[in-house]
T-cell receptor
Framework: NAGVTQTPKFQVLKTGQSMTLQCAQD?????MYWYRQDPGMGLRLIYY???????DKGEVPNGYNVSRLNKREFSLRLESAAPSQTSVYFC???????????????FGPGTRLTVL | AQSVTQLDSHVSVSEGTPVLLRCNYS??????LFWYVQHPNKGLQLLLK??????LVKGINGFEAEFKKSETSFHLTKPSAHMSDAAEYFC??????????????FGSGTRLSIRP
């Protein structure tokens, strides 16, 4: 049981290049998320997928696209990278338990992206 | 609207002394509250969570937090700090249910330093 995995761990891009960040979870969770983490700003939600086949914008979606390929995988794409997208990106999946539907999220190890 | 405020961006304590990391929240509904820890260059790990059962919640590594509705607080404490506790700590509020993922809000984080 690997939990949430992300690839790559590190990436350097030039302005205007594109790339896809991959995320997979093996916990059979319905919901998956992409966050970015910047110093002093906590984590900000980029996009999320409440269930397979659905995706929705979060707080900071501009410049990104996502694909929920199947229940396990949720990818994040930067079509034309900009220096403002230099950040650490975290993928998470969400467990919902019991009648209260507690919202425990499980995080991947992160991808450190630098855009020059 | 829900929000979460971590009152200290940086806390420094001596090894063996108590730790207090402060978190205040606002929520229109009965929230779920979480503390996550992030060690340098690592992903986020769940420390503990409150889901309307006992107001005093015990987590991993000797940490605990008390939910105080009258004060809208969920402060994290540990009786005796250890060098390995040095990390960034995030307070998170979620309104649970089938609400959208945008109702999971992260605090901006508190960096905990431990002096030998």
């Amino acid at each position: 049981n690997a939990g949430v995995t992300q690839t790559p761990k590190f990436q350097v891009l030039k302005t205007g290049q594109s790339m896809t960040l991959q995320c997979a979870q093996d916990m059979n969770h319905n919901s998956m998320y992409w966050y970015r983490q910047d110093p002093g700003m906590g984590l900000r939600l980029i996009y999320y997928s409440a269930s397979e086949g659905t995706t929705d914008k979060g707080e900071v979606p501009n410049g990104y696209n996502v694909s929920r390929l199947n229940k396990r995988e949720f990818s994040l794409r930067l079509e034309s990278a900009a220096p403002s997208q230099t950040s650490v990106y975290f993928c998470a999946s969400r467990e919902r338990t019991g009648l209260k539907r507690t919202d425990t999220q499980y995080f991947g190890p992160g991808t450190r992206l630098t855009v020059l | 609207a829900q929000s979460v405020t971590q009152l200290d961006s940086h806390v420094s304590v001596s090894e063996g002394t108590p730790v207090l990391l402060r978190c205040n929240y606002s929520s229109s509904y009965s929230p779920s509250l979480f503390w996550y820890v992030q060690h340098p260059n690592k992903g986020l790990q769940l420390l503990l969570k409150y889901t309307s059962a006992a107001t005093l919640v015990k987590g991993i590594n000797g940490f605990e937090a008390e939910f105080k509705k009258s004060e809208t607080s969920f402060h994290l404490t540990k009786p005796s700090a250890h060098m390995s506790d040095a990390a960034e700590y995030f307070c998170v509020v979620s309104e649970g249910g089938y609400s959208s993922a945008s109702k999971i809000i992260f605090g901006s984080g508190t960096r905990l330093s431990i002096r030998p």
